[in-house]
């Protein structure tokens, strides 16, 4: 019996990604924009940060008064976590927080929207600001196609932001 015929030869490319071009992660993306937009998404407004025009303090890279671009209708996922009261010498607080599941490319590719800490959103009539971001969810485990941005927000004491 002769060996020869079971060596194995390395092939000259790689075979092409299973499920993992362009193609498909195309094709996650438009079904996932009709699922947020016609079916289980809800609307928010999205008040960006005016960069250009809002005055930051050089140590700290905060602003104590911020310009704000014109608005933007979002739609997304919102994950109500509830109403928090703390207590301290100074009283009683308490803050209302929300988790808002923005899927990344919709934003970033059709509404040229990038999400921002620091940045406001209006729900139901309450404003909320965005406190922290994560990107929690990649597309097929691959590691350069995240496609969810989560924003922690607190919602806004009255009258520090009026979105009008």
């Not at 390395?10 to 193609?23: C, M, N, V």
């Not at 195309?26 to 996932?32: G, I």
């Not at 937009?37 to 609307?43: L, S």
């Not at 988790?99 to 970033?108: I, P, Q, S, Y």
Request: hydrophobic letters at 30%; glycine letters at 6%; charged letters at 30%.
């Amino acid at each position: 019996m002769s060996h020869e015929n079971d060596k194995w030869s390395q092939p000259s490319t790689p075979p092409p990604p299973l499920f993992l071009g362009k193609k498909e992660r195309d094709l996650v993306k438009q079904v996932n924009d009709e699922l947020i937009e016609r079916v289980i998404g809800q609307t928010i407004v999205y008040y960006p940060i005016d960069i250009d025009h809002t005055n930051y303090h050089p140590l700290y890279n905060e602003a104590v008064v911020k310009t704000f671009l014109s608005p933007v209708r979002v739609y997304t996922l919102i994950e109500f976590q509830g109403e928090e009261t703390a207590t301290d010498k100074y009283g009683v607080d308490k803050t209302v927080k929300l988790n808002v599941h923005f899927h990344k490319r919709r934003l970033t590719e059709d509404q040229n929207l990038f999400v921002r800490e620091g940045d406001f959103i209006a729900y139901g009539k309450n404003y909320y600001e965005i406190v922290s971001l994560k990107e929690p969810k990649e597309m097929f485990g691959q590691a350069d196609q995240r496609i969810e941005i989560v924003a922690q927000c607190i919602k806004s004491r009255e009258g520090y932001f009026d979105g009008s």
